[in-house]
């Protein structure tokens, strides 16, 4: 990337950041642990709510976990609607449907009981009953929704995504192959309640990828040039409660306190990278997800490590402080000892997750191209990264990351 286009990108990012001290970024309401189902009904009758559209996890419907949360909402007297056909990656379609059902039974808010797809296709579903006459695409981008919208309240059955305390919904146009993000404070969740047992039969691959994906989020928030004191302590707090938990929820699912662990991680994980934004890990990631579809965790676990490397000498401080942050090595090492080793950290990690260290044939040469454009429209210049890159520069990236792409040396 050029001199001229780097200077830009920095002054769009400054006007962002200072226009941001306007937004209401405040936290919504928690609640955690002790958690009683009929205080939904509770909640929504405050909100002079009574029809909820409860979008719900396939999975999660089918095990009968929310059951107690489903039916304390009827007999507290709500007109419950369930919807459950919601896809991994929501797509416009998807989204459009559930919006007909809300609106053909009157409903008058939502409730997100599931992973980061239920959550943001219940964000997707907001915007679209509030502006039906417009398309999910026309809202792409920062600061576009300014109708009110109905209250969502998210009950988040995995640990990573923080759907339920940040701004932004990803959606799939499945026929244009764009996976976009809309992200406006508007679309924070007004509650997000911790309710742990609905997160004791994850399988172990989800713990992994979701947990990487608010690892990513910590990470690239805490690099990044737009944060503030909260935002650093945010991620650095997510950072340490993922180091000491992740390992242990994901060989041990049922227990609760780990469970509450890792959701408060990505719950402080999410606020941070709401307010100090992600990086060229998630550009890239939207990227291969609206064309292979590949889960977004799972991509950005596996970018992760190739987007830090890239960053280089740019990162060193921030990474020689992260791992002051979770005492990996003394702090009387140097600070380029200190980001190596985080970075050596993290390859372990993925290893000991089940994860792999590289895309192996996913990409295929012919798409990179367009993958890389894809990622640097979506980066630059929203992101605050520390180091500024180009098309060019993600190509390579791309390139290192997929096994089958490698040059010859
Ligand atoms: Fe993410």
């Not at 928690?30 to 009929?38: D, K, L, V, W, Y």
């Amino acid at each position: 990337m050029n001199i001229f286009s780097r200077f830009g990108c920095r002054v769009y990012q400054g006007i962002m950041f200072l226009a941001a001290k306007a937004l209401d970024f405040s936290p919504r309401e928690i609640i955690s642990g002790n958690f009683a189902p009929e205080e939904l009904a509770k909640k929504l009758s405050l909100h002079h709510a009574s029809r909820p559209f409860v979008l719900i996890d396939p999975f999660i419907e089918k095990s009968g976990m929310a059951e107690p949360i489903i039916s304390s909402l009827s007999s507290e007297g709500m007109k419950v609607v369930t919807y459950s056909d919601i896809v991994p990656n929501p797509t416009v379609d998807s989204v459009e449907k559930a919006s007909d059902k809300y609106v053909a039974f009157l409903c008058d808010c939502l409730i997100a009981i599931g992973g980061g797809s239920t959550i943001d296709t219940a964000k997707a579903v907001a915007i679209k009953v509030a502006y039906p006459n417009k398309k999910l695409s026309d809202f792409k981008g920062v600061l576009k929704v300014h109708r009110k919208l109905p209250i969502l309240i998210a009950i988040p059955t995995t640990a990573g995504t923080g759907s339920e305390v940040t701004l932004a919904t990803v959606v799939v146009d499945s026929k244009k192959k764009d996976k976009f993000a809309i992200e406006d404070p508007k679309l924070i969740p007004s509650t997000a309640v911790f309710y742990p047992k609905l997160l004791s039969e994850l399988p172990p691959s989800l713990i992994a990828s979701t947990g990487m994906d608010a690892f990513t989020h910590a990470i690239e928030s805490y690099i990044g040039k737009s944060n503030v004191k909260q935002t650093k302590e945010d991620a650095l707090k997510a950072m340490v409660l993922i180091h000491r938990y992740l390992l242990k929820f994901q060989s041990e699912s049922k227990n609760e306190a780990y469970a509450l662990d890792m959701l408060e991680a990505s719950y402080l994980a999410g606020r941070a990278f709401t307010r100090a934004y992600v990086g060229y890990v998630h550009a890239l990631a939207h990227a291969l997800g609206g064309e292979y579809n590949v889960g977004h965790g799972y991509a950005n676990a596996i970018l992760l490590p190739y987007v830090l490397r890239s960053y280089g000498k740019s990162i060193e401080t921030k990474l020689a402080e992260i791992s002051d942050r979770l005492e990996l090595v003394p702090k009387s090492y140097s600070k380029d000892e200190k980001a190596r080793n985080f970075l050596a950290y993290l390859d372990n990690l993925l290893l000991k997750l089940g994860l792999p260290d590289s895309f192996d044939g996913l990409i295929k040469e012919e798409d990179v191209p367009k993958l890389a454009i894809h990622a640097s429209k979506e980066g630059n210049p929203l992101y605050p990264v520390p180091k500024e890159m180009g098309a060019r520069e993600l190509a390579e990236i791309l390139r290192k990351a997929d096994k089958s792409l490698r040059r010859p040396k």
